[in-house]
């Protein structure tokens, strides 16, 4: 089936830079590409995608993505599309094309996290990673741990306490499961933790590419520097505990209904455990205040790089 959608996005990029050219040498006007489509559909009866309409979108299919990777020929026509129509820029189509690639996303899904900014959220992601990993796991752990998640689907009111959060994720967990990314297995919730005092994380998953234990710490509030500390200790009990020996450093996930950005940064500058600040929305509003703390262009082609060479040596 892979190989069958390689060939049939080949064809269409051929197609569409058929049309560009013979714009470009004989001046082709709409009149004539709609010609064209008259003529394929006649050539090839029954082939589906060969309108008017899907050969002005082989000829935008051409343009926007000579200057990407081949990985958009390794996703659907459907999924190209919706890229090409609703993100703006080489970096942001880039990102979508590799996830959609990586994880077989489909076109709700891909449309979902358009919608939900996951690009700007990918970039905005505040961990100590960079002094707390290896360089082998950095940008794995990075893409694992975004700025905000979405969690509409637990249909919980505005006003929620930790325990109704929790419960409602445990009764929506694969959709929870899937909001985090798609590498993460679920291990338990209220994960007791063997000392003299009695001691829980709120979950415990699983992080399959990284093969760390990750624990999350749920709080509906504000984000406090103490909760880093916490954190930390639970980390450490994890890995002395219940690490096994052929898995990594265990990393820790605070999940804040809201966050200050420099007091994040100051709670997670000294500390030696992994760990990652996000946070998180029941309702469909987005802050209007995400551009301001985008990284610059160079970073963000970067990071990007980073992200799918660490795509390609994974398979």
Same mark, same amino acid.
């Given at each position: 089936?892979?190989?069958?959608?390689?060939?049939?996005?080949?064809?269409?990029?051929?197609?569409?830079?058929?049309?560009?050219?013979?714009?470009?040498?004989?001046?082709?006007?709409?009149?004539?590409?709609?010609?064209?489509?008259?003529?394929?559909?006649?050539?090839?009866?029954?082939?589906?995608?060969?309108?008017?309409?899907?050969?002005?979108?082989?000829?935008?299919?051409?343009?926007?993505?000579?200057?990407?990777?081949?990985?958009?020929?390794?996703?659907?026509?459907?999924?190209?599309?919706?890229?090409?129509?609703?993100?703006?820029?080489?970096?942001?189509?880039?990102?979508?094309?590799?996830?959609?690639?990586?994880?077989?996303?489909?076109?709700?899904?891909?449309?979902?996290?358009?919608?939900?900014?996951?690009?700007?959220?990918?970039?905005?992601?505040?961990?100590?990673?960079?002094?707390?990993?290896?360089?082998?796991?950095?940008?794995?752990?990075?893409?694992?741990?975004?700025?905000?998640?979405?969690? #509409?689907?637990?249909?919980?009111?505005?006003?929620?306490?930790?325990?109704?959060?929790?419960?409602?994720?445990?009764?929506?967990?694969?959709?929870?499961?899937?909001?985090?990314?798609?590498?993460?297995?679920?291990?338990?919730?209220?994960?007791?933790?063997?000392? #003299? #005092?009695?001691?829980?994380?709120?979950?415990?998953?699983?992080?399959?590419?990284?093969?760390?234990?990750?624990?999350?710490?749920?709080?509906?509030?504000?984000?406090?520097?103490?909760?880093?500390?916490?954190?930390?200790?639970?980390?450490?009990?994890?890995?002395?505990?219940?690490?096994?020996?052929?898995?990594?450093?265990?990393?820790?996930?605070?999940?804040?209904?809201?966050?200050?950005?420099?007091?994040?940064?100051?709670?997670?500058?000294?500390?030696?455990?992994?760990?990652?600040?996000?946070?998180?929305?029941?309702?469909?509003?987005?802050?209007?205040?995400?551009?301001?703390?985008?990284?610059?262009?160079?970073?963000?082609?970067?990071?990007?790089?980073?992200?799918?060479?660490?795509?390609?040596?994974?398979?």
């Amino acid at each position: 089936m892979k190989q069958v959608n390689v060939t049939l996005m080949q064809l269409y990029w051929d197609i569409g830079k058929s049309i560009v050219e013979k714009q470009q040498i004989h001046k082709w006007g709409k009149s004539v590409v709609e010609k064209l489509a008259a003529d394929l559909q006649i050539e090839f009866p029954g082939m589906n995608g060969l309108s008017n309409r899907n050969m002005w979108r082989m000829r935008m299919f051409y343009l926007e993505y000579s200057k990407l990777p081949p990985m958009v020929a390794e996703i659907s026509w459907s999924n190209n599309i919706i890229i090409i129509e609703k993100c703006k820029g080489v970096n942001e189509r880039k990102f979508y094309a590799g996830m959609a690639k990586r994880y077989g996303w489909t076109k709700a899904v891909l449309i979902h996290h358009i919608k939900g900014k996951s690009f700007e959220k990918f970039l905005l992601g505040q961990t100590n990673f960079d002094k707390t990993l290896p360089e082998k796991y950095r940008h794995q752990a990075k893409h694992a741990v975004r700025d905000e998640y979405n969690f #509409e689907f637990l249909e919980i009111s505005e006003a929620h306490n930790e325990r109704e959060l929790e419960l409602a994720i445990m009764k929506n967990i694969r959709k929870f499961l899937m909001e985090m990314g798609g590498d993460f297995s679920f291990i338990g919730n209220q994960f007791r933790l063997a000392l #003299e #005092e009695d001691f829980s994380i709120d979950i415990l998953l699983f992080h399959r590419k990284l093969k760390s234990l990750v624990a999350i710490d749920l709080k509906p509030g504000k984000f406090k520097p103490e909760y880093a500390g916490k954190m930390s200790f639970y980390l450490s009990v994890l890995n002395d505990k219940v690490k096994t020996a052929d898995e990594n450093a265990s990393i820790g996930i605070i999940v804040c209904r809201e966050k200050n950005r420099t007091t994040v940064e100051y709670a997670l500058k000294d500390l030696t455990q992994p760990i990652g600040v996000t946070t998180y929305k029941v309702s469909s509003k987005l802050p209007k205040d995400y551009k301001k703390y985008l990284p610059s262009p160079e970073t963000i082609i970067k990071s990007l790089d980073d992200m799918f060479n660490e795509f390609s040596i994974d398979q």
